[in-house]
T-cell receptor
């Protein structure tokens, strides 16, 4: 069965602190992993994809197949990072996304 | 390019009624996926259409159905509404191409069933 687990509903940090949003997955095969973000009053949008290995807005995520994890990290959080973050996976084709329950990141000044 | 649009944005229906939601994808996108978002279950995949054909389907009862038109616009229909169908319904479109992976989401339709 395909499953994505985000154990934290809320993560609250101060500006400048490191951030790690946890994501674990279950998938029998080679999944595609994504992080989607929803800022206040905006649409859900793609933040990054594991295969691109890019840093987007200072965020990175490494796929660890041994631990079946895809944690999202940022060394220094900014107030504008406050948002809802969803980890998602898909199989071949990308159109069917399985989402985690999301983690709300709150960055305080 | 204009983004994904969904109509109506808000809807209130009574148990037992049916409802139709509409989604217009980004111009040139031929794949449309639908998701249901609730506080209890989060974001769940309903189905996906490509070139007027349903390609993928989630684990929802047959009361949930959809279709896609030749201009790629999509509709989803929920018949015999139940209180538990109250949710935000999101659609997303994806470009055509082997490596087109990004889903572009609409603002959603908020359905309330009373």
């Amino acid at each position: 069965a395909q499953r994505v687990t985000q154990p934290e509903k809320l993560l609250s940090v101060f500006k400048g602190a490191p951030v790690e949003l946890k994501c674990n997955y279950s998938y029998s095969g080679s999944p595609e992993l994504f992080w989607y973000v929803q800022y206040s009053r905006q649409r859900l949008q793609l933040l990054l994809r594991h295969i691109s290995r890019e840093s987007i807005k200072g965020f990175t995520a490494d796929l660890n197949k041994g631990e079946t994890s895809f944690h999202l990290k940022k060394p220094f959080a900014q107030e504008e990072d406050s948002a809802m973050y969803y980890c998602a996976l898909s199989g071949i084709g990308f159109q069917k996304l399985v989402f985690g329950t999301g983690t709300r990141l709150l960055v305080s000044p | 390019k204009a983004g994904v649009t969904q109509t109506p944005r808000y809807l209130i229906k009574t148990r037992g009624q049916q409802v139709t939601l509409s989604c217009s994808p980004i111009s040139g996108h031929r794949s449309v996926s639908w998701y249901q978002q609730t506080p209890g279950q989060g974001l769940q995949f309903l189905f996906e259409y490509f070139s007027e054909t349903q390609r993928n389907k989630g684990n929802f009862p047959g009361r949930f159905s959809g279709r896609q038109f030749s201009n790629s616009r999509s509709e989803m229909n929920v018949s015999t509404l139940e209180l538990g169908d109250s949710a935000l319904y999101l659609c997303a479109s994806t470009a055509t191409g082997a490596d087109s992976y990004e889903q572009y989401f609409g603002p959603g339709t908020r359905l309330t069933v009373t």
